[in-house]
């Protein structure tokens, strides 16, 4: 769930989701959640060799990768994973490096390092 701003939150589901519940983007709903005292991270993707390699040679981008909170990483770490190609994961590879090194551009369709 991501807050919008003014006490509302949007909730992104996955189309399979959005089909099951006869729902579609863009549509209100109520829910009811509950915190749930077991839950323990849940599971975690590996880090790469490719991508902790290139950590590792990069100083900036290492201190940011450590720098970033859990959520986030696992997020990261979620996307790379799902790569197929070398292709993809050269291309992807790059921008995540850069982004965690300052630069402001495009990485897993949002905008990093924005000043506003």
């Known amino acids: 769930m991501m807050p919008v701003g003014n006490g509302s939150f949007y909730l992104y589901l996955h189309g399979d989701v959005r089909k099951a519940s006869g729902t579609k983007v863009g549509d209100s709903v109520n829910v009811e959640i509950s915190f749930d005292s077991a839950y323990r991270n849940g599971p975690m993707h590996f880090m790469p060799a490719w991508f902790s390699s290139a950590l590792g040679k990069n100083r900036n981008a290492k201190k940011a990768w450590e720098s970033l909170t859990p959520s986030r990483q696992k997020e990261i770490l979620r ?30 369709a949002r905008s990093w390092n924005e000043r506003k």
């Open 79 to 108: 996307y790379l994973s799902a790569l197929k190609s070398d292709e993809a994961r050269k291309r992807n590879l790059s921008r995540a490096i850069g982004v965690l090194s300052g630069s402001k551009e495009r990485f897993m």
